[in-house]
């Protein structure tokens, strides 16, 4: 088993109203010194806050760096000291307790502290009956002491001890520096607020979905990737934003590249000019130099490679040895582009003068290329600005693009402009890096045997009758993108076995809103079964949720890296 450093964590605090077990609405969708007697256990908190007024977009809500060895994340501007939800060392329950207990304060506060642990799932009052048994029992199967009837003193004090989770030691995983730099991956932990999707024994779906996605960004992180959070805390984020936001980025995204080769193309135009006075012989020249220095920033880009991946394996990911290395190859990166900019002007030039090419026409046929990408730019903030109205407001659905519209025949009709926006932000992607995760928990009423992981995602653009009223929609989505990014993550899971569930990972066809609303690489992600008990035990351990959280970041790999 991996070994997995305990750190410290900060507690929320919240209660849950009875929740009872229902399948996952996916379709649309400082601490205290702890005791040298209390035990080493595993919490999963929850993320707490409230809607305000006004919103500016996602990642404003956004988690604090921890320390190097330590896994904290508290919300911005809520709160009060360093560690605002740091629980107390104050035990406010009192064992022996016996099942069967009734009207007891100490049972009403050991339901709340479960609740707030995402190990309780029910009404919080003072009877010690089957529900709290049942969290009782898998609370101390998740922390390694045998289950019983009774509620002693000794699991209390473990219960309400400020111990925190444990956290993802990224250096127990094989991950490659820089494999995913470039990429932007869109992390969607699902339902939220009152939407507390399905809900099982100990474990409630919005709860370990959120704390699962932080997991999932502090992997992919340390991988080079940007990680952009739809949803960091516990409010309840409306599916048209988590879809808004995504279209909203993409193209804010193509906006800083047009504006970028805007840029390039000036300096073209005056690096041109200053090689206006020089001879053949002497651009000549100055293309060999340019070429030579440019041989010699390579060779030293591969040694420099080299030199950090043995600092790596001989002082560790998190060493300075390690990260100066780090930060001379984000210089060296720096002084490559300017000279290869440089280089390549001088190669343009060279040509020319070469080829007798008329040098007016040419400067001519730059600035109108700058005219028409400045015309893009345009066209693409008029529709970004079309989503502002659902990424300032993100708790309320179908708003600008989104309202619905029907054709006569009843089916959904997409917005003119909104599909043209998925044709342009399709395109881009595919020769950009996206990837789009949504995270869920499953249940099934019914069926307790029912098990595994399942990925699911909108793999068809031909009209299909299980997509309903949405069948005509949108008929150009990067469907072998889609599922060639499901297949990678499939075959990652199936590899490192997340659960003890013996049945592969299944991938199936879904038109959820949030894989319908965005035309980028999607799948839906169902961890496993909240109503199977080997799953749901299985993923309220902190192994569980870093190997799904490791297939995330292989299947990722392997979909654009291959």
């Known amino acids: 088993m991996r070994s997995i450093k305990l750190l410290l964590a900060v507690v929320f605090i919240i209660s849950l109203t009875a929740c009872a077990p229902v399948s996952s609405p996916v379709v649309e969708t400082t601490p205290t010194a702890t005791p040298e007697s209390s035990p080493e256990f595993t919490f999963s908190p929850i993320i707490i806050a409230t809607p305000t007024p006004e919103f500016t977009p996602v990642p404003t809500i956004a988690p604090i760096e921890p320390p190097k060895d330590q896994f904290i994340y508290l919300l911005d501007g809520v709160g009060d000291g360093e560690f605002p939800y740091a629980w107390t060392d104050e035990v406010v329950a009192t064992g022996p307790i016996e099942y069967g207990t009734t009207n007891s304060n100490s049972v009403k506060a050991i339901k709340e502290r479960l609740t707030q642990l995402g190990f309780y799932c029910g009404g919080v009052n003072g009877s010690f009956d089957s529900k709290l048994r049942t969290a009782i029992n898998e609370f101390q199967e998740v922390i390694g002491v045998e289950k019983t009837s009774r509620i002693e003193q000794e699991l209390i004090d473990i219960l309400f001890s400020p111990n925190g989770i444990q956290g993802l030691d990224t250096t127990d995983y094989e991950i490659v520096a820089g494999s995913l730099s470039g990429m932007t991956v869109f992390v969607d932990a699902g339902h939220g607020g009152n939407a507390t999707g399905t809900a099982e024994g100990a474990l409630v779906e919005k709860t370990i979905v959120s704390e699962q996605s932080f997991r999932i960004k502090r992997m992919l992180e340390s991988a080079g990737a940007k990680v952009v959070m739809l949803r960091s805390d516990d409010s309840q984020i409306s599916l048209t934003y988590r879809s808004a936001y995504t279209n909203y980025v993409v193209l804010q995204d193509m906006i800083s590249d047009a504006q970028e080769k805007i840029s390039s193309l000036r300096l073209d135009i005056d690096e041109l000019l200053s090689y206006t006075s020089f001879t053949y012989s002497e651009l000549r020249e100055e293309f060999k130099n340019l070429t030579l220095t440019n041989n010699e920033l390579f060779t030293k880009s591969i040694n420099l490679d080299s030199a950090i991946e043995s600092a790596k394996a001989q002082y560790g990911g998190d060493s300075k040895e390690y990260n100066d290395l780090l930060k001379q190859r984000e210089d060296l990166n720096k002084t490559i582009q300017a000279h290869r900019l440089k280089l390549d002007i001088a190669r343009k030039r ?88 949504s995270v869920h928990i499953n249940g099934v009423d019914n069926a307790p045997k029912v098990c595994g992981t399942e990925i699911y995602v909108r793999c068809k653009n031909n009209p299909t009758s299980a997509y309903g009223i949405n069948k005509y929609y949108y008929s150009d989505y990067a469907i072998e993108d889609r599922n060639a990014l499901a297949s990678s993550i499939k075959d990652a899971y199936d590899t490192i076995l997340p659960l003890k569930c013996s049945k592969p990972t299944v991938i199936k066809d879904m038109d959820a809103f949030v894989l319908r609303e965005a035309n980028v690489p999607s799948i839906l992600l169902e961890m496993g079964y909240v109503t199977n008990q080997s799953d749901r035990v299985s993923m309220l351990t902190p192994e569980v949720r870093n190997k799904f959280a490791y297939g995330i970041y292989l299947g990722l790999c392997n979909f654009y890296l291959g």
């Open 350 to 437: 060279f040509y020319n003068y070469s080829l007798d090419v008329d040098f007016d026409q040419y400067t001519s046929a730059i600035r109108s290329e700058i005219t028409e990408l400045e015309s893009y730019c345009a066209k693409l903030g008029e529709y970004r600005a079309m989503f502002e109205i659902n990424v300032q407001n993100p708790y309320t659905e179908y708003e600008g693009l989104y309202v619905k519209t029907y054709g006569d025949d009843g089916n959904k009709i997409i917005e003119p402009a909104l599909a043209e926006i998925f044709d342009i932000t399709g395109e881009y992607c595919k020769n950009h890096k996206y990837a789009f995760i």
